[in-house]
C-alpha cells in the first residue's frame, strides 16, 4: 500500500511538472501555396498562390530542451496557373492536425525552436477562380473532383520569447495524391509565416 501511495505520488508530480510547463498557444499569418503535379515521368510546380492559416496548439515540454506539439489548423492551400493564356488560381481550405517534435535551445530572452513531423488534413471547401469567377470543386472519386484527404510531413522553426510572442516559418509538403486523374499525382506545398502568443508565459 505505502509503495502503491508512493508511485501515485511521484505520477502526480510528474505530471503536475510537465502541466506547469506546457502551454496553450495560437499562430498564424501567410501561406504561400503551391500545386506540385507528376505525369509520365514530367513533373511541375504551379506558381504560388497567398493565402492564410490560423492554429491553435498544445505545447507538452517533455523536457528542457524538448517538446510535443500538437495542433489543429485551418489552413488555405492551392496554386496558381495559366492556360491557353487564361490566368486560374486553385483555393482549397482545409482542417488539418499537425503533431511536430521540437527541438529548443535557450538563446537570449527566449528561446529557438525547431522540428517537425506529420500531419492529416480533411478539406472543407475548393474552388477555381478565374477572371473575377468562381467555380466550386466538389470532393469525391469523379474525374473532375478531389479527394477529401490530404496528409504529408511538415517543418517548424522559430522564436519563442519569454513573454509569449511567437514568431515562426514553417513548411509543408503532401505525401497523398488529392488528385483522381490516372497517371497523374497532385501534392500540396505550403511555405507559412506566423506570428503566435502562448498564454501562461511570464
Known amino acids: 500500500m505505502k509503495k502503491l501511495f508512493l508511485a501515485s505520488v511521484l505520477v502526480f508530480g510528474i505530471a503536475t511538472g510537465l502541466l506547469a510547463q506546457s502551454n496553450f498557444g495560437i499562430r498564424g499569418g501567410l501561406s504561400l501555396a503551391s500545386e506540385y503535379s507528376r505525369e509520365n515521368n514530367r513533373s511541375a510546380t504551379t506558381k504560388i498562390a497567398p493565402s492564410f492559416h490560423l492554429t491553435g496548439y ?5 523536457s528542457q530542451g524538448f517538446s510535443i506539439q500538437p495542433g489543429l489548423s485551418l489552413q488555405g492551400k492551392g496554386g496558381r496557373y495559366d492556360v491557353n493564356s487564361e490566368s486560374f488560381t486553385d483555393r482549397l481550405l482545409y482542417l488539418e492536425v499537425p503533431v511536430n517534435f521540437l527541438g529548443r535551445i535557450q538563446a537570449g530572452n527566449g528561446d529557438l525552436f525547431f522540428g517537425g513531423g506529420p500531419y492529416i488534413a480533411y478539406g472543407l471547401s475548393a474552388r477555381v477562380t478565374s477572371r473575377g469567377d468562381s467555380r466550386r470543386v466538389d ?14 510531413l511538415g517543418f517548424l522553426a522559430g522564436y519563442r520569447f519569454l513573454n509569449g510572442l511567437v514568431l515562426s516559418i514553417s513548411s509543408s509538403a503532401g505525401v497523398l495524391n488529392i488528385g483522381n486523374t490516372d497517371g497523374t499525382k497532385f501534392l500540396n506545398r505550403v511555405t507559412s509565416f506566423s506570428v503566435g502568443y502562448e498564454f501562461g508565459r511570464r
Open 139 to 152: 470532393f469525391g472519386q469523379g474525374p473532375h473532383q478531389l479527394k477529401r484527404f490530404d496528409a504529408g
Open 58 to 62: 498544445y505545447d507538452a515540454q517533455i
